[in-house]
Structure formats: C-alpha cells, structure tokens
C-alpha cells in the first residue's frame, strides 16, 4: 500500500496533468459500467419488456412489435395495407385526433384480434 | 428525445442515415448510432429497405471519414513548418509520423467500430501524419462495414425491443471508449513511472 501511495507520489509530482486525466477516464468508465449494471437489473423485470405503442411508431413497426398481422393495426388507424410510411403522430394529425385516442384504438384492434385468435385455437382442439 | 429520432427516421428513411452518419464521423455531435438501430427496427417491420439502409449509412461514414482524412492531409503542412522552424522537434514529428505509418491502419480499422466515439480523431491523425491513402481507404472501409451492420443488424435483431437495445448500446459504446482512452493513458504514465524509477536508481 505504501509502495502504491509513493508510486502515485512520484508521478503526481512529474505528471499532474497526465494523472489527472487518468483519473478523469477511470471514472467515466466506472460511471458507464455502474449504469450497464442499472439496465440490466432494470430490463431483467419482464414488466419492463412490453414496449408500449409510441408516436414515432409506423403501423408496421406496432404490428411487428406486438406479433399482430400488419392489416390488423393499418385498419384500426383507418390506413389501407401496404401503405407508405408513415406513424401514429403523423395519423393523429391527419384524424385529427389526439395520440392517445388512436393508440386506444390500435390497442383495441390488437387485443381483439389476439382474443380472436384464442378463441380459434380452442375451437380447433377437440 | 429517442423518440423524436425515431419519428426523423421514419420520416427520412435511408437518406438521414447517410447524412448523420457523414456528419458523426466529422465529429458533430450526432446521435447515429441510435438512428442505425432505428434504421434496422424499420427494415425488420418492413418499412424500410436492408440493402438502401446499409448502403446509405456505409456511404456517409466513408465518405466522413476522408474529408476528416483530408482535412489532416492539409494540416500536414502545418506539422511541416513546425519542423522547419523548430528543428529540435523534428525527431518527434518523424517518430510520430513512423508510428502511424506503421501501426496505423490497424488504429484506423478498430477506431471505425470498436471504440467508434474515438473514430473522427484518428481520421484526422491518420490523414496529418501521412498514413498512406489506400491503406487508410481499405482498413477505414472495412471497419465502417463492422460499424454500420453491427448497429443496423442489432436494431433488426431487437426490433420490438428498440429502447432497451438503444441504451445498452449508447452505454456499452461510452464505456468501451471511455475505457479506451484510460488504458492509452495508462500505458503513457506507465512509461513515465519506468523513467522517473530508472532516473532515481542511477
């Protein structure tokens, strides 16, 4: 310990500046590895995976997202399929209706089609 | 903010990707490899295409990195009046020069992707100390080749998981330069110590 505190001694006297940024770049670094550990403790509760329909999203974007067919999330947004891109802040402006209002109604058409697709999967098994 | 980037990628598609990726590669503060990722999301739902995504994205870094090249081509010159007029500097000049035209292409080629924060200021080192222009050209390609589909493909990868994959690259690419320029700085008070060690045993 002694050896280490001289060592830092010496070159504190010689190289302020060199140690100095040393310093600086160490505890950037840690800052960095101390915030990869917070995302992963934070992505490792399942809640926090459901991404949730944002305005910068294009129908097939969510559709892609949320494992639905794309022309069930281009109708709920009144869009014919295979449309050009476009997203859900885009859309509202367009409807004129607000964000929060479409992205109910996409919500809607999603959850409905997957309740749709349940209830075709227990009519297929005997 | 991620979100307004995201919603400037759907808007512009492939044509942001090239202009951002020039202009990072210049050292302004842009946000591309972010766009990336949101470039391959989009390529992943269907909105926009692998080949135009990449290509662009992979244009704009090369073409970034040789005017940061040649923009330190120019500054040679400079380098060259300081030898001049200061002649005790030019063995320091000349080894400088003699490492980089040595080691440099692999400095070039690493500082592209795997510690990309640190990519514009090798461009410009590269270009004033006269590493070569095809050697520069070939490695800096191929690294930016690494760089441009290791973002692309991860947003592909992670499309339904876009933010998670946007902080955890941003972070892991902060920490991997970070760590970077301490190990360079490291090394450099290594030396210094060995010096001032052998300087007090004589």
């Known amino acids: 310990m002694t050896r280490v505190i001289g060592t830092l001694k010496l070159l504190w006297r010689d190289n302020k500046l060199l140690l100095g940024a040393f310093a600086l770049a160490l505890a950037v670094t840690l800052f960095f590895a101390l915030r990869s550990l917070s995302f992963w403790i934070y992505w490792a509760d399942p809640a926090h995976r459901n991404q949730a329909i944002e305005p910068w999203m294009t129908p097939r974007y969510i559709a892609h997202s949320w494992h639905v067919p794309p022309p069930v999330v281009a109708e709920a947004m009144g869009l014919k399929p295979g449309g050009p891109r476009i997203t859900v802040a885009d859309v509202a402006e367009d409807e004129d209706m607000t964000v929060e209002a479409l992205v109910a109604q996409i919500m809607a058409a999603i959850l409905a089609h997957r309740a749709e697709r349940a209830e075709a999967r227990e009519d297929r098994q005997p | ?202």
């Open chain 2, 1 to 202: 903010m991620s979100d307004t980037l995201f919603q400037l990628v759907a808007d512009y598609g492939a044509w942001l990707l090239a202009v951002s990726c020039f202009l990072s590669c210049l050292l302004v503060p842009v946000p591309t490899s972010l766009l990336m990722l949101a470039g391959g999301a989009f390529v992943a739902s269907g909105d926009l295409d692998m080949g135009n995504v990449i290509a662009a994205a992979w244009l704009g870094a090369v073409a970034g990195d040789q005017t940061g090249y040649h923009l330190g081509r120019c500054g040679a010159g400079m380098l060259d009046r300081i030898a001049t007029r200061w002649p005790s500097r030019k063995p320091t000049i000349d080894k400088a020069r003699a490492l980089v035209a040595q080691r440099g292409s692999m400095g070039v080629f690493f500082s592209t992707w795997l510690v990309s924060p640190l990519g514009p200021y090798v461009n410009f080192v590269a270009g004033a100390s006269g590493l070569g222009w095809r050697q520069f050209t070939l490695w800096d390609a191929a690294g930016e080749a690494i760089w441009v589909c290791g973002y692309v493909g991860l947003g592909y990868g992670f499309a339904d998981q876009l933010s998670m994959v946007a902080d955890v690259a941003a972070n892991t690419s902060g920490l991997l330069a970070a760590g970077a320029v301490a190990l360079g700085l490291g090394w450099m008070l290594r030396a210094r110590w060995r010096k001032a060690r052998a300087a007090a045993a004589s």
